[in-house]
Nanobody
Framework: QVQLVESGGGLVQPGGSLRLSCAASGSIFSINAMGWYRQVPGKQRELIARIVTSGGSTNYADSVKGRFTISRHNANNTVYLQMNSLKPEDTAVYYC???????????????WGQGTQVTVSS
């Protein structure tokens, strides 16, 4: 079994910062990429930031470029999202995603965390 456990959400004022963490554990053979998505009621889940294991390349949604930074600690399969200059429109449930293999013969499959609420409000 694979578990992704997120932490770090909460309430913050506009212009403030939060740091999200996501730790992947369990039967993990290798991780291809990890990322953060967010979802608001009535809308589709959208990709915010993603980091590839090999080489460490990253990509971001236009709405968060220059404000959010994704990073990863490969040794403990943890990914972080540093969120600065937060805006009310960043309010959403944030989900961690990992694309990984559970054995040498398995296919890469996406796994999700349970989500963490981020609320930006004065």
């Amino acid at each position: 079994q694979v578990q992704l456990v997120e932490s770090g959400g909460g309430l913050v004022q506009p212009g403030g910062s939060l740091r999200l963490s996501c730790a992947a554990s369990g039967s993990i053979f290798s991780i291809n990429a990890m990322g953060w998505y967010r979802q608001v009621p009535g809308k589709q889940r959208e990709l915010i930031a993603r980091i590839v294991t090999s080489g460490g390349s990253t990509n971001y949604a236009d709405s968060v470029k220059g404000r959010f930074t994704i990073s990863r600690h490969n040794a403990n399969n943890t990914v972080y999202l540093q969120m600065n200059s937060l805006k009310p429109e960043d309010t959403a449930v944030y989900y961690c995603n990992a694309v990984l293999k559970i054995s040498i013969r398995s296919l890469y499959t996406g796994y999700w965390g349970q989500g963490t609420q981020v609320t930006v409000s004065s």
